[in-house]
Nanobody, 120 residues
Framework: VQLQASGGGLVQPGGSLRLDCVASGRDFRINDMGWFRQGPGKQRELVAIEYDRGTTRYADFAKGRFTISRDSAKNTVYLQMNSLSPEDTAVYYC???????????????WGQGTQVTVSS
């Protein structure tokens, strides 16, 4: 499974961005999809995740500002980010838990990351 993220860039404080991530490959099934981020000198952390049954989980810093959504038919996950601040500057990674081919268990697959920079 390959994950391709897009939509990052430079935005001013208070601005918005939408990140997209498309999963592709052969013979796979995805249950959960989500977004993580890693800021300069920091560990990777959860931003938001949408589970297979449609429930979502957000990091505290994302609640009220970020919205995760999915188009399961297109194997795509989105992250709408509003009211961005410099503290949101990070590389954002999409993640999918996928069952590939004849595997017995789901495994986590990661995209390459997209840079989000919030600066005036």
């Amino acid at each position: 499974v390959q994950l391709q993220a897009s939509g990052g860039g430079l935005v001013q404080p208070g601005g918005s961005l939408r990140l997209d991530c498309v999963a592709s490959g052969r013979d796979f099934r995805i249950n959960d999809m989500g977004w993580f981020r890693q800021g300069p000198g920091k560990q990777r952390e959860l931003v938001a995740i949408e589970y297979d049954r449609g429930t979502t989980r957000y990091a505290d810093f994302a609640k009220g500002r970020f919205t995760i959504s999915r188009d399961s038919a297109k194997n795509t996950v989105y992250l709408q980010m509003n009211s961005l601040s410099p503290e949101d500057t990070a590389v954002y990674y999409c993640m999918a838990n996928a069952l590939v081919g004849g595997a017995r268990f789901y495994a986590a697959y990661w995209g390459q990351g997209t840079q989000v920079t919030v600066s005036s």
